[in-house]
Nanobody, 126 residues
Framework: QLRLVESGGGLVQPGGSLRLSCAASDSSVNYYAIGWFRQVPGKEREGVSC????????HIADSVKGRFTISRDNAKNTVFLEMNSLKPEDTAVYYCAADLASARAMCDMRASIPYWGQGTQVTVSS
């Protein structure tokens, strides 16, 4: 059973930066696309950015394009989300997830995603 653990969330001022990490329990994660999703109370979970298993393909939501960057280090079983120029509307619980789908299909949530982390809170506020 693949396990995912997010870290790096916190409170940051508007315009600030955070780097989220998603650490997987074992190297089987290297067969999976990994995605970052976020959710605020009362709203549906949305795909933020997803990366293919080898890192050759990425997808990023229009709302964060130019500000967020996804990357992965397969040697360390870890995926990162670099978040810059943060805005109050980026406030949410951020989750990482693993799926055998393509990066684009995963971010679009076209099918049920089997593996999820527990989430990390990101709050952008002055």
């Amino acid at each position: 059973q693949l396990r995912l653990v997010e870290s790096g969330g916190g409170l940051v001022q508007p315009g600030g930066s955070l780097r989220l990490s998603c650490a997987a329990s074992d190297s089987s994660v290297n067969y999976y696309a990994i995605g970052w999703f976020r959710q605020v109370p009362g709203k549906e979970r949305e795909g933020v950015s997803c990366i293919s298993n080898r890192g050759s393909a990425t997808h990023i939501a229009d709302s964060v394009k130019g500000r967020f960057t996804i990357s992965r280090d397969n040697a360390k079983n870890t995926v990162f989300l670099e978040m810059n120029s943060l805005k109050p509307e980026d406030t949410a619980v951020y989750y990482c997830a693993a799926d055998l789908a393509s990066a684009r299909a995963m971010c679009d949530m076209r099918a049920s995603i089997p593996y999820w982390g527990q989430g990390t809170q990101v709050t952008v506020s002055s």
